[in-house]
């Protein structure tokens, strides 16, 4: 955090605090948490180091295979699963309406994300779940999964198909992203990669990692006051 002084009238000066944020890693967590900063504060400034030069580039973020849905492998719903399934298909909604890129695979020609069967136990999860949420999870019979997979194997038990299932492209959604975050000039991406927190990060200026290190010990000082003032 940075303090800057402001003029408030009459009353003379008052400090005025800016925040002043570092992220590390430029993927979906970093990003989307950009975002998400922004929208609560006015005030903050954010700086994001990363290894690669853009999002989108490297990393694994970028090679994620896209499929958005609430569902754990064994079709079960996550734990706030479908808050967070609502919250992220909010997010790349808006950064696409605010970018201009489409980040969404067609959903009329991807109506929902398929699983196959390949042994028992997964066909006894799949009907299972089918079971629990019948509007939003379909077990297909391989009959019924057959002409919508190329090269069925052929131990195929069948196929759960997730109903609100999305696919996302993670490059355009990255790109999309970060087309938001440049524009309000309050995020700034470098290219920085990050080995060491404390030597990489926490140790700016004249501050030498020795000199952190022996204000982070513990002190020697029974006196609580004087540990207080000095964090």
Same mark, same amino acid.
């Given at each position: ?20 944020? #570092? ?9 989307? =948490?950009?975002?998400? #900063? ?11 180091? *990363? ?19 609430? &569902? ?21 909604? %808006?950064?696409? *309406? ?7 695979? *067609?959903?009329? %020609? &991807? ?14 999860? &799949? ?27 052929? %131990?195929?038990?069948?196929? #759960?198909?997730?109903?609100?299932? #999305? ?9 999309? =992203? ?11 991406? %470098? ?41």
């Amino acid at each position: 955090n940075k303090k800057v002084a402001t003029t408030t009238g009459p009353s003379g000066s008052q400090e005025k605090r800016t925040n002043r944020i #570092l992220i590390v890693g430029g993927g979906f967590a970093g990003l989307g =948490l950009a975002m998400n #900063l922004l929208s609560k504060s006015p005030d903050v400034v954010i700086e994001i180091w *990363d290894a690669e030069k853009g999002p989108g580039v490297g990393g694994a973020s970028a090679a994620a295979a896209g499929l958005l849905h609430p &569902y754990n492998p064994r079709g079960r719903k996550l734990w706030q699963g479908e808050a967070a399934y609502d919250s992220a298909k909010h997010l790349i909604q %808006h950064a696409s *309406d605010m970018s201009g890129i489409a980040s969404f695979i *067609d959903p009329i %020609h &991807y109506p929902g994300i398929l699983r196959l069967a390949l042994n028992k136990r997964q066909e006894k999860d &799949y009907r299972k779940a089918a079971s629990l949420y019948p509007s939003e999870i379909s077990f297909l019979e391989v009959g019924d999964v057959r002409p919508l997979v190329s090269s069925l194997p052929d %131990h195929c038990q069948g196929g #759960l198909l997730l109903k609100k299932g #999305l696919m996302v492209d993670p490059k355009k959604y990255l790109e999309a =992203l970060w087309k938001c975050l440049e524009s309000t000039k309050r995020v700034t991406w %470098h290219q920085k990669k990050v080995t060491d927190v404390i030597n990489d990060i926490i140790v700016t200026g004249t501050t030498t990692a020795e000199e952190l290190n022996k204000s982070s010990a513990p002190s020697s000082s029974s006196s609580s006051s004087s540990s207080s003032s000095s964090s």
